[in-house]
């Protein structure tokens, strides 16, 4: 997977190359040297003091890569105009390099990184709308293909649990959540917290 970050100084931060070690970091002139090959990401940086409809506008010409946008100050409503702007995700410029293998991961797999800020928002709001149909107009033959655990950490994320709160509730730790979350993503064939909670919630997905 190639990754080309774009920054108006063109400046290569130590977290993106411990994260992305190959990755290219170029000016937003530079866009026409992007060649559309192999898979790949676009990330571009959001300066304190960027317009980001500007920003994306200077990287227009580029292949149509997923875009994730690299925000000096992220808060939901920049997070939503980048995705309403065709971005794939959006997340803290200085984001650690876990959590930057973590967003490449959803991106690269067709999901989105939407922060978990808004994210909870989100989740929250489908699992409210979506529980106001009664019990039995739900679809409950996703949990014939988990097990008893993966059923109750699948229930409580839909919800809008944080992994932090599911490991409170079932006095497990954070990192047995996130292997739960990772097998009940791949025997859903889900990409994300959000298709998750409505695949949960009574809709297909």
């Known amino acids: 997977m190639q990754h080309w970050i774009f ?32 898979p790949g990401i676009l990330w571009c940086r959001l300066r304190s003091g960027d317009a980001l409809n500007e920003v994306l506008s200077a990287i227009h010409g580029a292949p149509r890569y997923p875009l994730v946008v690299l925000c000096d100050e992220p808060d939901d409503e920049i ?40 994210l909870q928002q989100l989740v929250g709001s489908t699992a409210r709308t979506l529980g106001q149909r009664s019990r039995e107009e739900k679809r409950d ?11 109750q950490v699948a ?3 839909a919800g809008g649990a944080s992994n932090k709160e599911v490991a409170s509730q079932l006095s497990i730790t954070e990192r047995t959540v996130k292997a739960h979350l990772g097998a009940i993503f791949e025997k859903l064939s889900l990409r994300d917290r959000l298709q998750l909670s409505v695949r949960v919630n009574g809709l297909t997905v």
Do not use: F, K, Y
Not at 142 to 151: C, F, G, K, N, P
């Open 7 to 38: 920054d108006r100084e063109a400046e290569m931060l130590a977290s993106w190359q411990e994260a992305m070690p190959a990755a290219r970091v170029l000016a937003r002139r530079e866009v026409s040297n992007i060649l559309d090959g192999e």
């Open 79 to 118: 997070v939503m105009r980048a995705l309403e702007a065709g971005a794939a995700g959006c997340c803290n410029t200085h984001a650690a390099p876990e959590v930057l293998r973590q967003v490449a991961l959803v991106v690269g797999n067709g999901g989105l990184w939407v922060g978990q800020s808004l």
């Open 141 to 151: 033959d996703w949990a014939q293909l988990l097990s008893e655990r993966e059923v």
């Open 155 to 157: 229930r409580l994320v």
